[in-house]
């Protein structure tokens, strides 16, 4: 447990399981009336951010009696995003994945996945749900610039670019639903928490 300025905790944990059992876990307890006052948590790949606390002592204690195991947070909202799955860099990750562009697809629209921790970009949240083996390391060389709506892969995680940007994550395919809308509340619509499925909008297989 860190400081984190006069009214913030930063809470380390060993990975982004639990960054993501704890974050869900102090969202039932706020939720629950049962958190000393907090202005944001934000969670990270391996760290939890509480700022804004009321009480630093009384919140500390909390922590440290926190136990990954025992915590099973509350479920956040499923969003559907249907993807059309014609990516450029489609072939090349059924190539690292030893499958075909089809089975590519198929294995990337089975899994549920959660928003772990959002960043790069407003709106942009990093995804699990994927198993390790599937794990795809970076463009060598970074794109000057990504559509919006590019469903992408990169290290465990998939992510939606909410905008135009540049970027060295490998393209699967894009969605023309809006990742960021100041006019929406919240703005993003892939929040930490929010449960994800990809659907095929093309119809592969």
Avoid at 1 to 10: H, K, Q
Avoid at 34 to 39: A, N, Q
Avoid at 164 to 188: F, H, I, K, N
Wanted: hydrophobic share 45%; aromatic share 8%.
């Amino acid at each position: 447990m860190l400081r984190a300025g006069e009214n913030g905790l930063l809470a380390e944990v060993a990975d982004g399981a639990g960054a993501g059992a704890l974050h869900a876990w102090l969202l039932g307890l706020q939720d629950a009336g049962k958190l000393p006052e907090v202005t944001e948590i934000v969670p990270a790949a391996r760290t939890v951010l509480l700022d804004g606390v009321s009480d630093v002592r009384a919140l500390t204690a909390l922590l440290t009696g926190w136990r990954p195991a025992a915590d099973r947070g509350p479920e956040g909202p499923l969003v559907e995003v249907p993807t059309l799955y014609d990516g450029a860099d489609l072939d090349e990750v059924a190539a690292l994945w030893g499958v075909s562009a089809e089975a590519a697809v198929r294995i990337h629209t089975e899994p549920e996945y959660r928003v772990a921790f959002c960043g790069f970009a407003p709106g942009f949240g990093y995804l699990t749900g994927l198993a390790d083996r599937y794990a795809v390391p970076r463009r060598a060389t970074p794109r000057s610039s990504v559509p919006a709506g590019s469903v992408a892969l990169a290290g465990p995680y998939t992510g939606v670019y909410p905008r135009s940007s540049p970027g060295g994550w490998q393209l699967l395919g894009r969605t023309a639903l809006p990742l960021w809308d100041v006019a929406r509340e919240p703005a993003a619509l892939l929040a930490p928490g929010v449960r994800v499925r990809f659907t095929d909008a093309g119809g592969h297989g």
